[in-house]
């Protein structure tokens, strides 16, 4: 169990992370499996706000510091015995000899602090993708290309932020790329995540997706359908789905909400993103379903969700 590292793939949903997982795994040592999500209700414990319970969270963050008071070393001693739950249940899932498990949960986003106290000997691998194509992605993927942006509230502004600030945290111990990056160099980027993990690699051998299987029923299952290997086909598809005066609209905001420092973290530049924005047509299709959708998304709770998260 000692001998097992793990690997933590954190990103967004809809960046391209179950394409990294993939190849990742196929490297020699390195195992993984769907997207585990195991270690979020366990991690959330840790957590005084953003957890929604039939029990009172709050009471239970009071019982457990009382808990932890009467432990040798406090909730140092809680979070060693999560981190070999992690342990025991990964080494349990991979064969024997495995060197890394690569534990990829989008939601791990809700939870970052709590992965790098618990931890400390992992590796953590930072996915970034154009925010203006992973919208799009999401709103084509599982709204049909109706705009129904707040259904991903928590991604999109939370997990987005969370993410940024554990990168500037801990940059000297992790390893970021970009999606476009991954999609256009392959071989270079998992060359340099090769060293980040002291594995060999060649990158003149090209990577054969359909060698990494994932049996799971989440992730992505439209690219390990379609692709068994690398494809750079869906760098520009988010032009054509954000084409309209509403949707514009709303990616200006949000662009401007995420700004200028957060993106040059994420590898992005604000002027180019909203260059390429204003280019798209705003055509006047759908606009009027995405009006009405929109206003729907902020009285059921989208107004309400960004307040609370505030707060």
């Not at 739950?85 to 949960?105: C, I, M, N």
């Not at 990168?167 to 000297?172: D, I, K, M, S, T």
């Not at 609209?249 to 995420?258: G, K, V």
């Not at 006047?284 to 609370?308: E, I, M, Q, T």
Request: charged letters at 30%; proline letters at 6%.
């Amino acid at each position: 169990m000692e001998q097992l590292t793990p690997v933590f793939l954190l990103s967004l949903p809809r960046s391209g992370s179950t394409l990294l997982q993939r190849l990742m795994a196929a490297q020699p040592g390195v195992a993984t499996a769907s997207e585990p999500w195991v270690l979020l209700p366990f991690l959330s414990t840790l957590r005084d706000e953003g957890t929604f319970t039939d029990y009172d969270h709050r009471l239970f963050r009071q019982g457990l510091e009382d808990f932890g008071r009467e432990l040798p070393e406090g909730l140092s001693t809680y979070r060693r015995a999560l981190r070999e739950l992690a342990l025991r249940l990964y080494s349990a899932a991979v064969p024997e000899g495995t060197r890394y498990f690569v534990d990829k949960t989008p939601r791990y986003h809700l939870v970052v602090p709590e992965l790098f106290g618990v931890f400390p000997e992992a590796r953590f691998v930072f996915l970034w993708r154009n925010p203006l194509a992973l919208v799009a992605s999401a709103v084509e993927t599982w709204a049909e290309s109706r705009w129904s942006v707040h259904r991903w509230h928590v991604d999109l502004f939370q997990g987005l932020s969370n993410l940024v600030a554990g990168y500037r945290e801990h940059e000297q111990d992790s390893v970021a790329t970009r999606y476009e990056d991954l999609v256009v160099d392959p071989s270079g980027t998992m060359a340099r995540i090769a060293r980040y993990l002291d594995l060999p690699f060649d990158p003149v051998e090209g990577p054969d997706l359909g060698a990494a299987s994932l049996r799971g029923r989440l992730g992505d299952q439209t690219g390990s359908r379609t692709y068994r290997t690398v494809s750079d086909e869906p760098l520009d598809k988010w032009k054509e789905i954000l084409a309209g005066a509403v949707r514009k609209r709303w990616c200006r905001r949000y662009l401007e909400w995420i700004g200028r420092d957060r993106l040059r973290v994420m590898g992005y530049d604000l002027d180019e993103l909203r260059s390429d924005l204003d280019a798209l047509p705003s055509s006047p299709r759908r606009v009027v379903s995405d009006a009405v959708r929109l206003g729907y998304g902020r009285l059921s709770g989208g107004r309400r969700g960004a307040r609370a998260w505030r707060r």
